[in-house]
């Protein structure tokens, strides 16, 4: 560069909110949107592309790991580890393609990128909430959700348009150089916002000790004896006589178990406190404990819970919709002509109404509009229900008309401007539930335990979508979605 400072645009919060909160989309769009469009394409079953719903489980799990970014290093180093170990990872995943085992190699190392892609997540978040005071914050609502969705879209639209019709291997290629783009501009340009507290060799040193790795080794082995005995003899068995125990698996037991734990740090948080203070390595405890001291907790962790369960349970399925409706060679253009712009159009709104009438007046319309989408799907399920029949697995499908095809961009532009507005009031209100002193963990506890419902919907959708069809399972996904609105008239809105 000669010596001369970087143009001051590159460091513009108008740039680093949108570079960020795009390489924060675009990981989650290959790992949970784009892997579904591409095992169908593959000719996995939709049983499996429902269990795909496991590659959000880290998602769920990440508070548990929260509290580290906020506690080691700095959120811009840990942003940038995880983005360049993302880009390495998914473009290693374009060479696994054309192998034998391929599809099972790729589901494998799309598992290990989740934790990774969650990671990145807690420290973009935590980066924003500590660069942005906050009436920053809401300015760039709608700007940090329009780069989300446009990375989400950037994924299902062109990512999957180039695998569909040219290369999964070129598609997942450019997808890993994107994101090392990203990684070097932010490195370069990216504004440190904070000191770190501890240095990250501490952190090593920490978990190396014997109490923690005692507690980890534990943790894992809970989890492992979880998973084993779900998929024991004994299990099977018992699920033959015990009709019940079918509706419960290993992602719905992890989820119980952390809700249990959640409760039990709410009934004995005095105690805990009294203890964990006198201890100079409680920031664990303390973030945990300091989210659970608010106004009727109880409330908002059901609604947290419960509010995206039936949005989760559609977007599992959607893809796999488009391809046995026999439209995957049109759906780059419904994604980017249709979808982008109504996705960009209802952050913008949604944010900007936000921030100008408040997020108690909006926050149950927004959820409405979110969640009639699923209603928009059934009626088009329906009302293309012999083409459903015609091309769920044809070599060469049915065209389904001009008038459909242009009904099916409708629905989806909606849904997209839909999800738009919902995303931007469930977002404002997990800030408003962060504090200070722990703002990453916060708002990782937040959104992983918002991902819970979707992960227990979204595990169920391809059963749901087999048994009963694709209109029937939109259908189940809006009767889901109806308790958590509900809430909203008791959940605390300030």
């Given amino acids: 560069m000669n010596g001369k400072p970087p143009p001051a645009i590159l460091k513009d919060p108008h740039v680093w909110c949108f570079s960020t909160y795009f390489a924060e989309g675009f990981p989650f769009s290959i790992i949970r949107s784009v892997s579904t469009f591409f095992f169908r394409d593959r000719g996995v079953s939709l049983e499996a592309v429902g269990l795909t719903t496991f590659f959000g489980l880290p998602w769920i799990l990440k508070f548990f790991w929260g509290p580290l970014i906020d506690e080691f290093a700095t959120k811009k180093r840990w ?16 060479f696994l393609v054309p192998l034998p085992g391929g599809v099972r190699l790729i589901a494998g190392l799309f598992f290990v990128g989740a934790f990774i892609a969650a990671t990145h997540d807690i420290a973009i978040d935590g980066y924003y909430l500590a660069a942005l005071d906050k009436q920053e914050q809401t300015k760039f609502l709608g700007y940090r959700v329009m780069a989300y969705r446009v990375a989400m879209l950037t994924g299902t639209g062109v990512i999957v348009t180039i695998g569909a019709s040219f290369s999964w291997t070129l598609a997942f290629l450019l997808a890993g150089l994107l994101l090392g783009l990203l990684a070097t501009y932010h490195h370069f340009f990216l504004p440190e916002c904070e000191i770190e507290r501890r240095p990250i060799g501490s952190m090593f040193r920490l978990i190396a000790s014997p109490r923690v790795l005692l507690r980890i080794g534990l943790l894992l082995g809970a989890v492992a004896g979880i998973y084993l005995f779900f998929n024991s003899s004994v ?15 290993f992602p719905r037991a992890v989820g119980l178990g952390l809700l249990l734990a959640l409760a039990l740090l709410a009934v004995f948080r005095n105690q805990l406190t009294a203890r964990l203070t006198r201890d100079p390595d409680s920031f664990y405890g303390r973030a945990f404990l300091t989210f659970m001291d608010q106004e009727k907790i109880g409330l908002v962790l059901a609604f947290v819970i419960l509010a995206r369960s039936g949005e989760f349970m559609v977007s599992s399925m959607s893809s796999a919709f488009v391809v046995d409706l026999g439209v995957k060679t049109h759906y780059g253009w419904i994604s980017g002509g249709i979808g982008l712009p109504a996705s960009i159009a209802g952050a913008l709104i949604g944010g900007w109404m936000i921030s100008r009438f408040g997020l108690r007046r909006l926050i149950w319309p927004f959820l409405l509009a979110q969640n009639l989408t699923n209603v928009a799907y059934m009626l088009l399920a329906g009302g293309l229900a012999p083409y459903l029949a015609a091309n769920t697995g044809a070599a060469q499908p049915v065209f389904i008309g001009v008038g459909n095809l242009a009904l099916t961009a409708g629905v989806h532009g909606f849904d997209q401007f839909a999800s738009g507005l919902g ?4 977002t404002t209100f997990l800030m408003r539930i962060c504090k200070s002193e722990h703002k990453a963990a916060h708002f990782a506890i937040g959104s992983g335990l918002m991902s819970l419902g979707g992960i227990v919907a979204g595990v169920s959708s391809g059963f749901i979508a087999s048994w009963l069809g694709y209109s029937g399972m939109f259908l189940i996904s809006f009767i889901i979605s109806i308790p958590g609105m509900v809430l909203l008239f008791w959940v605390p809105k300030k």
């Fill in 235 to 249: 299990y099977r068995g018992w699920e033959v006589t015990t009709p019940l125990l079918k509706e419960l698996n």
């Fill in 79 to 94: 942003l940038l580890a995880m983005q360049a170990t993302l880009a390495v990872l998914i473009g290693a995943t374009a």
């Fill in 423 to 426: 995303t931007a009031v469930l």
